[in-house]
T-cell receptor, first 111, second 113 residues
Framework: AQSVTQLGSHVSVSEGALVLLRCNYS??????LFWYVQYPNQGLQLLLK??????LVKGINGFEAEFKKSETSFHLTKPSAHMSDAAEYFC?????????FGQGTELSVKP | NAGVTQTPKFQVLKTGQSMTLQCAQD?????MSWYRQDPGMGLRLIHY???????DQGEVPNGYNVSRSTTEDFPLRLLSAAPSQTSVYFC????????????FGPGTRLLVL
């Protein structure tokens, strides 16, 4: 069975600092991986996705993620945090269209 | 396009009451699904549909029913609400079961007393 683990339920960074949100997956087949963002009281919005093309995936709002098969990881990064990045972030793996989500990481950005 | 819409936005129920959460999409997507979101547990799949007339269970289907009579609509029914069903419910749609993007609705917040 496929699964996703997000390390750290809360991450706090200062404005302008590097953002690193960790995601590890378990899959018996080449995975399709996603990062979604959820702003308060809103639905989920796709940040980026990996579909077996380039291992470094660029998304919206300056985020990117690198697929590392040897480490079974798909960590999300952004070089410089902005106040508007404060939200909850979810990593997910697709199992024939059914998304299996991690527990979520809440990102706080301090001024 | 409105995308994925959900109604109501918020609902309070008493234990044992029934209700239907509505979901509609105007993107002609074949694949639709329902998730529930609970603190610290991410989102979990309740039911999904690969096309009109076809539905299947997800990870947490107990207490919920679905049907898919049209491509556009995918309602979720709670037959006898329980406090354990207090949650935020999201509907999503995508073109198919491949790696395509799933588009999420704004959610329905349900409180069962």
């Amino acid at each position: 069975a496929q699964s996703v683990t997000q390390l750290g339920s809360h991450v706090s960074v200062s404005e302008g600092a590097l953002v690193l949100l960790r995601c590890n997956y378990s899959s018996s087949v080449p995975p399709y991986l996603f990062w979604y963002v959820q702003y308060p009281n809103q639905g989920l919005q796709l940040l980026l996705k990996y579909t077996s093309a380039a291992t470094l995936v660029k998304g919206i709002n300056g985020f990117e993620a690198e697929f590392k098969k040897s480490e079974t990881s798909f960590h999300l990064t952004k070089p410089s945090a902005h106040m508007s990045d404060a939200a909850e972030y979810f990593c997910a793996v697709s199992d024939w269209g059914k998304l299996i989500f991690g527990q979520g990481t809440e990102l706080s950005v301090k001024p | 396009n409105a995308g994925v819409t959900q109604t109501p936005k918020f609902q309070v129920l008493k234990t044992g009451q029934s209700m239907t959460l509505q979901c509609a999409q105007d993107m002609n997507h074949e694949y639709m699904s329902w998730y529930r979101q609970d603190p610290g547990m991410g989102l979990r799949l309740i039911h999904y549909s690969v096309g009109a007339g076809i539905t299947d269970q997800g990870e947490v289907p107990n207490g919920y029913n679905v049907s898919r009579s049209t491509t556009e609509d995918f309602p979720l029914r709670l037959l006898s609400a329980a406090p354990s069903q207090t949650s935020v419910y999201f509907c999503a749609s995508s073109e198919g079961q491949g790696p395509g993007t799933q588009y999420f609705g704004p959610g329905t917040r349900l409180l069962v007393l």
